[in-house]
C-alpha cells in the first residue's frame, strides 16, 4: 500500500503525519522550503487544552511546560476597566507559545519516526488521481513523481493542491490588519493579557481603536494595533512610535525601557473551501479554511482537522475505502468551522461599524463580552464545535442516557485504569485508531484490576467490547462528569463522545461502533489492500 502524500509542512501537515504514523501508516511531506523555519517571535500559535493534549501526545515534547498561560485578562474602554478575569486550575487559560517552537518539536519528533519522509525543496506542479491512488510531480533540484494512496493539501492559504482540483476558495479579504510587535519589556499587569479598546492617549498616526498585549514565556510581550481599513503602509517608524506612546500610555507617561524583538502586519482573511475532499484529496489547514478576525485562532482549527481527518485515513488505509466514513471529514469539520466564520462575520459590523449602534446604552459591554469571548476560546467565536449532527451519530437507542458531554463533544480528561491496570490520563489513550469504551465503576480504585475485571457487569462488557465491528479498548473510570455508576461511554479515536448507554447493552452499542465507522460497508467500498 502506498504512503500518503500531504504536501505542506506546516505545523497541521506534520501533525498530519505524525498522527497517521501512531497508527502505522506511511507518509511524505513534501515540503517546498529547505526544511528549517524562520524564528517569528511576532507569529504566534494559540492551542485548548485537547489540542495541547494532541502535540504533547505525538511529540512528547513538554508543550504546557514551554508555552505560556495568561495569569488574568482584562478589557479596558478608555480609562475604564471594563472587566478582570483571573485564571487558575480549574479555569485554566489558553497555551500561548511562539509557532516555529510548535513546528520544531513536530519536526523533531519526526526525525525519530520511520513511517515519515520529509522531501524538502519539492514543490507539487502536478497531481493525478486514479481509481487505486494518486500521482504527484513535485518541481525542484530533484523533481519527481510520488505516487500515494491518498493526498492531503496542507499547503496553506495559496494551496497549489485546491487549485489543481479546482475547488472554489470563496470569503472576503483583508477583513481586518494588524500591526505586531514582539518585545521584551516590563508591563504594570505581569502576566495577564489587556485589551484596550479606543485608548486616551494622542498619537503621532492614525488614532489608535485598539491594541491587545499578549504575554509569552521570558518576559515577551506580543502587541497589536487593530489598523484602520485600507492598504496605508506601516513604516518602520510608525510602528516604533506605537510602541513608545502605548508603553508610555500604560506606564504613567514614560516609555519603560525595551527590546524590539520582531514586527510585521498581520492581515486576516475569511475564506472557506467549497470542497475538502475530491475522491482521493483532502484539504486541511488554511487551505481549507482562513479565519482569525476578533481574537479567533485558525491554526488550532487546523489541528483539529488533522486529528479528525488522521484515523478516518488510517482505517481506509489498513482497510480498505470507506466512503461514508472519509465523506465524514468534511461534513463535521467544514460545518464547524462554518459556524465560527459566521459568528465572527456576524459580529465584526456591530465591532467595528460605530455609528449609532455603538451609542446603544450597554453597547461597550456587549462589544467588549464578544472580543473577551474570541481571545479567550469562548461564546459563538472561540467554543471547539460539537460533531452534533454528524453522519457518524448513532441511531437512538432507548439505553443511551446524557453525561455532561454532549454527543459529538471532546470527551473530559478524567484519570482511567486500561486493561494492563495502568492509571493514565483518557486523552493519553486518543490516537491509536482504536474505539475507546469507557465503563463508570466507583470503588474499582480501591481494589486490585485482578479482584474486579472478573465481577459483575464486566465479562458481559468485555465479551461485547471484542464483537464489535472495530479493535476497541476497554477503560474504568471512578467518575465521569454527569455520569452514573455503571454508565458506558463510547468514544472514537478523536476523543469525541459518540453515544453513552446506562449499563452494558451489547446491540446497542455495537449499532452505535457501527454507525460511528460510517454504517455497514457497501460494495462500493472496495478493498484496498494492506501493506
Known amino acids: 500500500m502506498d504512503p500518503v502524500i500531504i504536501v505542506g509542512a506546516g505545523p497541521v501537515g506534520l501533525t498530519l503525519a505524525l498522527a497517521l504514523a501512531r497508527q502505522e501508516v506511511p507518509s511524505v511531506v513534501l515540503d517546498e522550503g529547505p526544511g528549517k523555519d524562520e524564528q517569528r517571535l511576532a507569529r ?44 487558575g486550575p480549574d479555569d485554566p487559560a489558553l497555551l500561548h507559545l511562539p509557532q516555529h517552537v510548535l513546528t520544531a518539536a513536530l519536526r523533531e519528533a519526526i526525525g525519530a519516526e520511520r513511517l515519515v519522509r520529509i522531501a524538502v525543496d519539492s514543490r507539487l506542479d502536478s497531481l493525478e488521481q ?28 495559496r494551496s497549489t493542491v485546491r487549485k489543481l482540483q479546482d475547488i472554489r476558495f470563496p470569503g472576503r479579504t483583508a477583513v481586518e490588519r494588524h500591526a505586531v510587535a514582539a518585545l521584551r519589556t516590563e508591563l504594570p499587569w505581569p502576566g495577564e493579557a489587556l485589551l484596550h479598546r479606543t485608548p486616551p492617549w494622542r498619537t503621532s498616526g492614525p488614532p489608535v481603536s485598539e491594541v491587545i498585549a499578549r504575554p509569552l514565556a521570558d518576559d515577551v510581550w506580543r502587541m497589536d494595533w487593530l489598523l484602520p481599513p485600507g492598504k496605508d503602509l506601516v513604516t518602520p517608524d510608525l510602528l516604533v512610535a506605537r510602541v513608545r506612546e502605548t508603553l508610555a500610555g500604560w506606564s504613567g507617561g514614560t516609555t519603560p525601557p525595551y527590546e524590539l524583538l520582531d514586527t510585521g502586519v498581520h492581515t ?104 473577551t469571548d474570541g481571545h479567550l476560546g469562548r461564546g459563538p467565536l472561540g467554543t471547539p464545535g460539537a460533531y452534533a449532527d454528524s453522519p457518524l451519530a448513532p441511531p437512538y437507542a432507548e439505553s443511551a442516557v446524557e453525561v455532561d458531554t454532549a454527543a459529538g463533544a471532546a470527551v473530559a480528561d478524567v484519570r482511567v485504569t486500561a486493561e494492563d491496570g495502568s492509571s493514565v490520563a483518557l486523552r493519553d489513550r486518543l490516537g491509536r485508531g482504536a474505539l475507546l469504551v469507557l465503563l463508570i465503576a466507583p470503588g474499582t480504585v480501591v481494589w486490585d484490576r485482578k479482584h474486579w475485571v472478573t465481577a459483575g457487569i464486566m465479562p458481559r462488557l468485555a465479551a461485547a467490547v471484542t464483537a464489535l465491528p472495530h479493535r476497541a479498548e476497554l477503560l474504568v473510570a471512578e467518575s465521569y462528569p454527569g455520569a452514573a455508576a455503571h454508565t458506558v461511554l463510547l468514544i472514537r479515536p478523536d476523543g469525541h463522545l459518540v453515544t453513552a448507554f446506562g449499563g452494558v447493552r451489547p446491540a446497542d452499542l455495537y449499532e452505535a461502533a457501527e454507525a460511528a465507522l460510517g454504517g455497514p460497508r457497501t460494495t462500493a467500498d472496495a478493498p484496498a489492500g494492506k501493506s
Request: charge should be positive.
Open 130 to 157: 486514479e481509481p487505486a491512488g494518486v500521482t504527484a510531480h513535485t518541481r525542484g533540484p530533484k523533481g519527481t513523481w510520488w505516487r500515494g494512496s491518498y493526498l492531503v493539501g496542507c499547503d496553506g492559504p
Open 268 to 371: 486576516v482573511h475569511h475564506r472557506l473551501a467549497r470542497r475538502w475532499r475530491a475522491g482521493r484529496v483532502f484539504l486541511a489547514g488554511d487551505s481549507a479554511h482562513l479565519l482569525g478576525a476578533l481574537g479567533t485562532q485558525g491554526l488550532d482549527e487546523g489541528l483539529r482537522d488533522a486529528d479528525n481527518l488522521a484515523w478516518k485515513l488510517a482505517l481506509a488505509w489498513h482497510h480498505g475505502p470507506h466512503e461514508a466514513l472519509l465523506d465524514s471529514y468534511q461534513v463535521e469539520r467544514r460545518a464547524i468551522v462554518a459556524a465560527r466564520l459566521r459568528a465572527a462575520d456576524q459580529a465584526l459590523p456591530l465591532l467595528r461599524g460605530g455609528g449609532l449602534r455603538s451609542a446603544v446604552p450597554g453597547a461597550a459591554r456587549g462589544h467588549d463580552a464578544l472580543l
Open 44 to 87: 504566534t500559535a494559540v492551542l485548548r487544552e485537547d489540542t495541547a493534549a494532541l502535540i504533547g501526545r505525538l511529540t512528547g515534547f513538554p508543550v504546557a511546560e514551554t508555552g505560556f498561560r495568561w495569569a488574568g485578562w482584562r478589557s479596558m474602554r478608555r480609562k475604564q476597566v471594563m472587566r478582570q478575569i483571573t485564571f
